[in-house]
């Protein structure tokens, strides 16, 4: 299954659906691209106003128990959400981020037994309260930070998908709008993200 979690990346939905249409089948292998609203309604899963962890963990449960066969689910662009925790303790384990450049993982996901890979939306209303933590609201998350869970989180530390000059001015926009208006927060602060691109290296030697 290949599941794009925003409702509104429809561009993103018809790219997938394009590109699986386009690959060569190999049977018995068998690749099904929908919304989550679609391969909820399928399953008879709920997922309005749920935290995002439960929702995830009950699909992976529910593929599990009802497809045979070994089930590979891969969801993009998801956007965590915890709408009734309101202080930053309570996100421990629910929603990964990195805090004084340590990364506090996911660690309440769980597969269930289905290869999962899940693609995070940068961009968090939930990580708001972890902006101007004073140092001892901050020692208290790193003192009860969890470890790994069953599903590995893995910070993708460089961005390649513009240049650098771009990266550092929409750096500058993250700064200057979660500071003023602290609607949202970043899985990876914009400090602490690294250029991907144009990064010089040795001259290949050709043998």
Known sequence: F????????TDLLKHYQRLVSNLDRIEPVQIEVMNLREIC??????HENRDTTS??????????????????????EV???N????????????????LGEEVFPWSELDSNGVKLMACINPESQDLAQLLNLDAEAVLTLKNNKPEQ????????????????????????????????????????????VKQGHEIRGEVPTWI
């Open 83 to 98: 709408p009734n925790i309101t202080s930053p303790e309570k996100l421990l384990g629910k929603v990964p981020f990195v």
């Open 79 to 81: 956007i965590i959400e």
């Open 2 to 9: 290949l599941v794009v979690y925003e409702m509104k990346a």
């Open 55 to 76: 929702v995830i963990n009950d699909l992976c449960e529910t593929l599990f128990d009802k497809i045979e066969d070994k089930v590979c689910l891969f969801m993009d």
């Open 41 to 46: 309604k399928q399953y008879d899963l709920k």
């Open 149 to 192: 869970g069953q599903v590995p989180t893995i910070p993708m530390w460089r961005v390649f998908r513009s240049s650098n000059a771009i990266h550092q001015f929409l750096q500058e926009l993250e700064r200057q709008c979660s500071t003023k208006h602290k609607e949202f927060g970043y899985l990876i602060p914009p400090d602490v």
